[in-house]
């Protein structure tokens, strides 16, 4: 069984920076596809950035340019490093990971197959001045 936690959310201000991390516990092998979603009360859950098992990133256009994600896979973690944050970044960050071809990885793979694969818990990120 996979667990996945993520943690370093919290408070920034406009233009600030901030990096989570999601820590995989368990079995994560070659082929599996991780990625970052987002989601708040107002809106439906959004993709971020994906990581495939060859190593391809894909980010929304909301983020490109900002956030970077990166993977140590020696220590299973997936990291989401967001610079200049603006307010409309306030979510509960979310890392998901799934056995997925890497044509099928994509950033909105949380969102489309809901019930497939692993999630976890989330963590706060607020962006105010």
């Known amino acids: 069984e996979v667990e996945l936690v993520e943690s370093g959310g919290g408070s920034v201000q406009p233009g600030g920076s901030l990096r989570v991390s999601c820590t995989a516990t368990?079995?994560?092998?070659?082929?599996?596809?991780m990625a970052w979603f987002r989601q708040t009360s107002e809106k439906e859950r959004e993709g971020v950035a994906s990581i495939d098992s060859d190593g391809r990133i894909t980010y929304a256009d909301s983020v490109k340019g900002r956030f970077t994600i990166s993977k140590d896979n020696t220590k299973n973690i997936l990291y989401l490093q967001m610079d200049d944050m603006k307010p409309e970044d306030t979510a509960m960050y979310y890392c998901?990971?799934?056995?997925?071809?890497?044509?099928?990885?994509?950033?909105?793979?949380?969102?489309?197959?809901?019930?497939?694969?692993?999630r976890g818990q989330g963590t706060q990120v607020t962006v105010s001045s």
């Open positions: 998901a990971a799934a056995r997925l071809a890497p044509t099928s990885c994509t950033p909105e793979y949380p969102a489309e197959l809901p019930n497939f694969g692993y």
């Open positions: 368990g079995y994560i092998a070659s082929g599996f596809c």
